[in-house]
């Protein structure tokens, strides 16, 4: 089924489903390790369909694995059996180097079993639209020239940033089109390495590039939800905005409220319910609380949408993610448990 992404965008906040990034833990419920989930396509198309038939969540969201698009490139990956992959190293040293990387054509590496989890997924779910994942361009041009050397680069040596990042973006477009080709409805983009910058520097080294990505494939059946985890978004909201984006989800290293209060109330904004202190380490009854009272905290405001702060991790406790969802129906019903 295809989507007025803009309509159904329109009409989420009050819904009062939550849109949780809620993805690995699936591999649980198959009884399969993260690496294997991470290396097989009919897996992954599996846990998201189940995902969808344990939850109400608002839209099913494939995974938010954010090294696939550094190994296509030719990072080095570390692979663990159950922790999501990581990239080791770095790939490109200088401008020079930049300038001569090759751009991956889309389906190298793991890219080509994301994208057919995408649209086996959205085949088989009927009932919500399905959004794909993809990282940022500043996100990956740090993983392509390492994180910590990414930052000191916006400033030591310019050049050598954006050169790195037109060839990211320019993949970054490729991979967004064919998640569009395959019928997925939209994209979570997550930029958390922008979210480290000033907003001076994040305007420099990430805005103009994620507008660009937006613009090339947001229409009204396919929608850009931009991620932001980083503790610096309350002091790039207006650069956020101008981005572009349909919808935006911030992480839990800030408050929520004040983002709300911030942004522009015609675009729906996520978040942001802790994954590791709630949805790995707390119980059902700290879980419990904690939507509660977000929810008490930020429903004034009508483009609030419940959420997770970031990707759910695989070890999450499927109890608590049952009772974020359970608190999130009490709470749209005004009752509570």
């Known amino acids: 089924m295809k989507y007025n992404m803009n309509e159904w965008l329109t009409t989420l906040p009050a819904s009062k489903k939550p849109l949780p990034l809620l993805s690995f833990p699936s591999a649980q419920l198959l009884g399969v390790s993260v690496y294997d989930f991470t290396h097989n396509a009919a897996l992954q198309t599996e846990g998201i369909i189940r995902v969808a038939e344990r939850t109400d969540a608002a839209a099913a969201v494939c995974m938010m694995d954010l090294s696939v698009e550094a190994e296509a490139f030719g990072c080095e990956i570390k692979d663990a059996e159950n922790e999501v992959p ?48 993809i990282i940022g361009p500043f996100s990956l041009a740090g993983r392509l020239m390492d994180v910590s050397e990414a930052l000191v680069n916006c400033i030591a040596d310019e050049d050598f940033v954006h050169a790195a990042l037109r060839k990211t973006t320019a993949f970054l477009k490729a991979y967004a089109q064919a998640y569009k080709d395959a019928g997925a409805d939209g994209i979570v983009m997550a930029e958390p390495l922008a979210g480290l910058l000033s907003p001076i520097l994040e305007t420099e080294f990430s805005a ?48 929520l409220k004040n983002m709300l209060e911030q942004m522009p109330a015609d675009r729906p904004v996520c978040g942001n319910i802790s994954p590791v202190d709630h949805f790995a380490k707390g119980t059902p009854e700290e879980m419990y609380a904690a939507v509660t009272e977000l929810i008490q905290k930020c429903s004034e405001h009508p483009n609030f949408v419940l959420s997770s702060g970031c990707d759910i991790p695989p070890a999450a406790k499927w109890e608590n993610i049952d009772a974020f969802f359970g608190a999130a129906r009490d709470a749209a019903k005004g009752g509570t448990a």
Do not use: W
């Open 208 to 255: 103009p590039y994620v507008k660009e990505i937006v613009e090339a494939v947001q229409d009204e059946s396919f929608v850009v939800v931009y991620h932001n985890c980083g503790p610096n978004t309350p002091l790039m909201t207006n650069s956020f905005y101008q981005n572009g984006a349909a919808a935006y989800h911030f992480g839990d290293a800030v408050d």
């Open 86 to 133: 990581t990239v080791i190293g770095s790939l490109i040293t200088d401008e020079d180097e930049a300038e001569a990387l090759t751009v991956p054509a889309v389906g190298d590496g793991r890219t080509g079993l994301y994208i057919e989890a995408a649209r086996n997924a959205k085949a088989a779910i009927t009932d919500r639209p399905v959004l794909a994942g």
